[in-house]
Every structure is written in C-alpha cells, then in structure tokens.
C-alpha cells in the first residue's frame, strides 16, 4: 500500500512540476510577446534547474528522505502556487524586476522538482522494490502526469481557470501530496507536528489565494491599466481587458492596446474608406480579424454592401461586442446586421476549408493584431496572402493594418514586400492615430488601376480628399525600405517588428 501511494505521489507532483513551467511560460508570453522565446528560455532555465535539484538530492542521508520530501512539497506547493499572481503583480506594479522575478521563480521550482523523484525512487527502493520494476512504474507515472497536464492546461486550465487560480489549485495538490505522505508515513517522520502545522499553513493561504484570484488579477490590472476595468476575461487565445476612464473605453489584448474610444475613429475611417470608396460596384466583404466590430461599423455605412462575413479567432471577442450595451454603442450593433455572418475560426484554416473553395469578396479588410509572435506571424506569410489573393476578386482590393512605418519601419515595409511578392500592387499608406503615433496600411490589389479618392460619398469624421492625399505621401523619415518578403519557414517579420520596437523603447 505505502509502495502504491508514493508512486500516486509522482503522477501528482508530475503534473504539478510541468503546470508550473507552462503558467510562467503562458505569463512571460502574455506580458513579454514573443512566445517562442519566453517558453524556450523557461524550459532551457527549468530543465537546468532540475538537473541541480537531482544533484542535490544525493546529499540528502537515507533516514531523511521521506522528511525532506515532504519539506520539498511544501516549498514547491508555496512557490509553485503563489508564482503566477507574484509575477503578474511585479509586472503590474513594477515591472523592472519582472524578469528577474520570473527566472528565480523558474529556477527554485525546478530545482525543488528535480529532487521530487530522485527521493521518491530512493524511499521506494528502501523498501526493497526491484530496480527494474521501480525505475519502470516512476518513470511511467512521471510521463503520465506531464501528458495530463499538457492536455488540460490549454483545454480547461487557462482559458476557465486562469494562469493565477491555477497556480494556486497545483500548490494545493503539491501540499495535498505532502499531507498525505505525513498521514501515511507519519511513524518514518520527525518533527511531525510541525511540519503537519506548516502544511497546513501553506495549505491556508493557498486556498485564500485561490478564492481571491479574481481580486488579485482585478487589483494587478488596476496597477497595469491605470483606469477601471469593466471587462476582463481570459480565453483560449488571449486576455481580454477593457477598460473606461470618464468616456475613454479602451481594449487591451495580452496587455496590448488594440483601441482608445476617443480616438478610434481615425484608425478605423483610414482602414476601410480609401478601400471601398473606390470600389462603387463591391457586394461581398471579408473582414479578418475585427472582432470588435469597429472596422464592420465602418464598412455597413455602404449600402450597396449586401454581404459582409468576419473571421475572427476568438469567440469570446465577437460576443463582448456583440452583447455588451457600451460596446455595441462604440460599433453601432453592427454584429447585428442582417448582412452580417460572424465566424469564430483560424483565418488562415477557414480560407482553405473546401466549402470556401469558390467564396471570391469584392473587398478585404485585414485587421490582424500586430506580428508579435509566430502565431500571428503566419497571418501576414506569402502563404497566408497567396491563398487571400484566390478569394480577392481580380479588380477588388485588400487593405492590411500594417503596424507603425515610423516606430517599425522595417516591419511595415517587410509586409509590403510579402504582399507584392504574391503578385499583387501595393499602394502604401500611414495616418495619425492620437493613441498610437504614426500608423501603417496597406492597400493592394492583383489589377485594379487604384487611385486615392479625392472625395467620399459619406460624411467622415476624419478622412476627406486632402488628408486622403497626404496619407498616401510618406515623409523623408518613413521612405520605403528594401525589406525581404515574410516567408512561413522563416518568419522574418516577427524578429523584425521585435527589433524595431525594441529599438524604439530604447
């Protein structure tokens, strides 16, 4: 029976070990960008770590194993669980020592987890389990753990959970696992009612932690935003955060803003206007992306549209704007046109299932969030625009929001050249957008003859033929770069938009 438990032991302590990595490497790539480097660095870190935590195991005398496997859970349940709203309060607050926070965290935990199975091993083989039989049931059930744990976290853990209750609910299993081990093997312990008070203790504030997660995220963004949150939720794909200070409504995505209420309208008038200005004769729209609605508002104002359909990945988005009463205000209810068809889908997927094989748009209207990960990186690829062009009617137009020319010139321009490489003209562009600097579009099309409008058939709030003439000028200090296309294999946009704005920061 006590074989069967510490073996139950390492299933647990498995899974709680990789929960860990994967809350700080989900959290890094949250607030840092660039996911593939947060989680590469994090696991390089971890995998380090726990090489000296089985180092160190060693040094532990046979008559202490079962007591400092217990002292081991405690330590990891308490750093382990408290580690996700401890890195998202230091960024909030003070977000210097972030990265400093985040790699000790890492390092502790994995040094504490890479003495979990070592001990574990050595108290089984104590009790005269054959080697054979005992490396093969602690390896079996160490990879068990991880499989459980790689499944649920993107399934159920991150998106229903979130990072900072999760953190908590695995520091609970981690000191569940220690209280059981003092249970079943309190006769081998010493110092048994300590560390059962300790135990119980960590187990105290964890399970306040973990019914205060919703207030601890709330008061972390409050430090983050600055202004009150109306809105927040965390999804599958992304944090959500919205945010109002006096008639200002703001969205944030992973910590990134994405729109000011105030000043919205300029971006969204030079998305859509210059576009489907031109195109008098255009019937069916696609919008990429815009789930929001904002870009959709700008586009129904044309009546000869009948059709618009909106790809855009996260449900939770186009339901926020579609049933909350201030946002549906900011996109005059544009969800609920008639005209309208809402898709919760991967653009680059939905493009290529078969029932879209012969879908063709008079006019596209890409507003992807920035390349800041591979992720997104894909969604402004050669392949990704090849496989648009083949749903673009021959004479229609797609517009892409390309990031700032003046704050990221090098990526600005690395769209244009991806753009151009698929066949397609490309007619560059920028307007002032008060919220973010200096931004970037770009209009392109495999044969119409474009020329700028120099006059709208709306009123515009913003746009009209002067201030379109001069969105299509580019100043000496954002002159065109020769810039590679962005091709899948590479993804040379993201390492240059990171660089760009790097270099910005500085």
Not at 407 to 418: C, D, E, G, K
Request: hydrophobic share 50%; net charge neutral; glycine share 6%.
């Amino acid at each position: 029976m006590n074989k069967k438990i510490l073996i139950l032991s390492v299933f647990v302590v498995a899974s709680c070990g990789l929960a860990y990595e994967l809350i700080a490497g989900a959290l890094a790539s949250y607030l840092l960008g660039d996911s593939i480097l947060q989680f590469s660095t994090i696991i390089g870190c971890y995998l380090f770590a726990m090489g000296v935590g089985a180092h160190l195991a060693q040094y532990v005398k046979d008559e202490d194993v079962l007591s400092r496997f217990v002292d081991i859970e405690l330590a990891v349940g308490l750093i382990g669980g408290v580690s996700a709203a401890l890195l998202f309060l230091t960024f909030s607050w003070a977000a210097a020592p972030f990265r400093l926070m985040l790699y000790v965290i890492v390092f502790l935990v994995g040094v504490c987890v890479g003495m979990e199975v070592p001990l574990v091993m050595r108290a089984l083989n104590a009790r005269q389990t054959a080697f054979s039989e005992l490396v093969s049931r602690v390896l079996t059930f160490d990879y068990l753990g991880a499989l459980a744990v790689s499944l649920l976290f993107p399934l159920v853990l991150a998106p229903h959970l979130g990072l900072v209750r999760s953190g908590f609910l695995f520091g609970m299993l981690n000191i569940g696992v220690a209280l059981w081990t003092i249970y079943v093997f309190r006769a081998e312990l010493t110092e048994l009612t300590g560390r059962t008070l300790r135990a119980c203790a960590v187990l105290a504030v964890l399970m306040f932690g973990f019914a205060g997660a919703d207030r601890l995220t709330h008061w972390g963004e409050h430090g983050l935003f600055g202004d009150e949150i109306v809105y927040a939720t965390s999804t599958p794909y992304q944090r959500l955060v919205i945010t109002r200070w006096k008639d200002d409504l703001r969205l944030y995505i992973n910590g990134n803003l994405q729109f000011s209420s105030r000043d919205e309208y300029r971006y969204h008038e030079a998305l859509v206007h210059p576009a489907l200005a031109a195109l008098p004769w255009a019937k069916r729209v696609l919008v990429l992306g815009g789930g929001d609605g904002l870009a959709l508002r700008e586009v129904l104002r044309y009546r000869h549209i009948e059709h618009v359909t909106v790809v855009d990945l996260d449900p939770a988005m186009t339901a926020a704007f579609t049933q909350r009463e201030e946002l549906r205000r900011l996109n005059h209810d544009s969800f609920h046109d008639r005209r309208v068809k809402v898709v919760n889908a991967d653009a680059a997927i939905w493009l290529q299932q078969p029932e879209q094989a012969d879908a063709m748009f008079d006019a596209v209207i890409v507003d992807f969030p920035d390349p800041s990960s591979f992720a997104l990186g894909k969604l402004y690829s050669v392949p990704f625009y090849g496989i648009l062009k083949k749903h673009l009617a021959a004479k229609g137009i797609v517009v892409v929001q390309s990031t700032s020319p003046f704050f990221a010139p090098h990526a600005y321009w690395t769209v244009n050249a991806t753009l151009r490489d698929v066949g397609m003209r490309t007619w560059p562009y920028h307007a002032y957008v008060p919220s973010f600097g200096e931004w970037g579009f770009i209009l392109a099309s495999p044969q119409l003859n474009y020329q700028p409008p120099a006059s709208y058939p709306l009123p515009l709030r913003f746009l009209n033929g002067q201030t379109t003439r001069e969105m299509f000028v580019f100043p000496p200090d954002m002159q065109p770069l020769p810039m590679a296309p962005n091709r899948l294999n590479t993804q040379s946009l993201v390492h240059e938009f990171e660089q760009d704005w790097r270099r910005t920061i500085r």
